[in-house]
């Protein structure tokens, strides 16, 4: 005899469906050189109301979309939850966008963190920074966190390959690590990459993900 709806409830509440992430950028930012069938024209909030998830991870790319983003973060209110990019897409960013991101979660509620996207460097070569940001800029960022009342969440996005002992200190700042595999056949091997992770951040939030964009939670 089936349960209804409840069955998928865990015991802190939550759904499945409530622990859903999209991944997003401005619509078409990916229309060149990536060898899409057409062009695409939807927009971030169309896609999650289009897919049923109510959570979107929102990363500019290439300065897409333009500062100040005010207009654009009104078209996400009816989300439940959004975490714009502080970092973003190549791990480009700088003080105007930081500052400009943490200003705009006071004024929108259903902001509740920020993204490091692209942070860590591949094999990083002696004298060059391991992230896109020193650990001393990451340690500021992390002091900056609250807003209207609330403390932000801070998120970076980790790559499997990019697995590494010296990592450990930035980590420790994080409140959620999203585990990427660049390669599609190194998905089924995730859960090996989790468990390094999770040695070396036991106290972060673990989201796993593939190339496809779309996020499945599970802290």
Not at 55 to 83: E, H
Not at 114 to 136: C, N, Q, W, Y
Not at 203 to 218: D, Q
Request: glycine share 10%.
């Amino acid at each position: 005899m089936s349960q209804g709806p409840t069955a998928t409830r865990r015991l802190d509440g939550s759904t499945v469906r409530d622990r859903l992430w999209l991944w997003g950028h401005d619509a078409g930012s990916h229309n060149d050189g990536w060898g899409l069938p057409g062009p695409s024209r939807i927009a971030p909030a169309e896609a999650a109301f289009y897919l049923g998830i109510p959570n979107l991870i929102m990363v500019r790319y290439k300065g897409r979309p333009p500062l100040p983003l005010d207009q654009f973060a009104v078209r996400l209110q009816a989300l439940r939850r959004v975490v714009w990019s502080a970092v973003g897409a190549h791990g480009q960013s700088d003080e105007e966008e930081r500052s400009h991101v943490l200003n705009l979660a006071g004024r929108h509620p259903n902001v509740t963190g920020v993204m490091l996207d692209d942070f860590f460097v591949d094999r990083p070569k002696s004298g060059v920074e391991a992230a896109a940001l020193s650990l001393d800029k990451l340690r500021e960022l992390h002091g900056r966190l609250a807003s209207g009342g609330r403390r932000l969440d801070l998120w970076a996005v980790l790559y499997e390959h990019q697995l590494d002992p010296t990592l450990a200190p930035f980590l420790k700042l994080l409140d959620v690590v999203s585990l990427w595999a660049w390669d599609a056949e190194k998905v089924r091997n995730i859960s090996g990459s989790l468990g390094q992770l999770e040695a070396l951040a036991p106290s972060c939030g673990k989201y796993s993900a593939a190339t496809c964009g779309i996020m499945a939670g599970s802290a």
